[in-house]
């Protein structure tokens, strides 16, 4: 079973930035699919971004146009860029290692969790 470990996260100010990265235990070119999932206090945990082996993506409606993902191959590695923070973008943000199916929501989480990053951000 594939292992991630998240990091990256810290406490910004309305309209930073931050660089979460998610490393797994093998090549992240190999695993079907991988996704960046977010857990505010008292909410669900929300899918809010994620990406085939193939390199295509999807994002939430809350994050389109302000998160991008991206990897690095050669470190086993996936990166989400989170720009233009709001406060309500708070959360612990999980990696996870899944797969894809057909239609539009095409991300299916797997068994493999990090233990989390948390992400404040501050008005």
């Known amino acids: 079973q594939v292992q991630v470990v998240e990091s990256g996260g810290g406490l910004v100010q309305a309209g930073g930035s931050l660089r979460l990265s998610c490393v797994a235990s093998?090549?992240?070119?190999?695993?079907?699919?991988m996704g960046w999932y977010r857990q505010a206090p008292g909410k669900q945990r929300e899918l809010v971004a994620a990406m085939t082996s193939f390199g295509r993506t999807m994002y939430s409606d809350s994050v389109k146009d302000r998160f991008t993902l991206s990897r690095d191959n050669a470190n086993n590695t996936l990166y989400l860029e989170v720009n233009g923070l709001k406060p309500e973008d708070t959360a612990v943000y999980y990696c996870?290692?899944?797969?894809?199916?057909?239609?539009?929501?095409?991300?299916?989480?797997?068994?493999?969790w990090g233990q989390g990053t948390q992400v404040t951000v501050s008005s």
């Open positions: 093998k090549s992240v070119f190999k695993i079907g699919a």
């Open positions: 996870n290692a899944g797969w894809s199916r057909g239609g539009s929501n095409w991300y299916v989480p797997g068994n493999s």
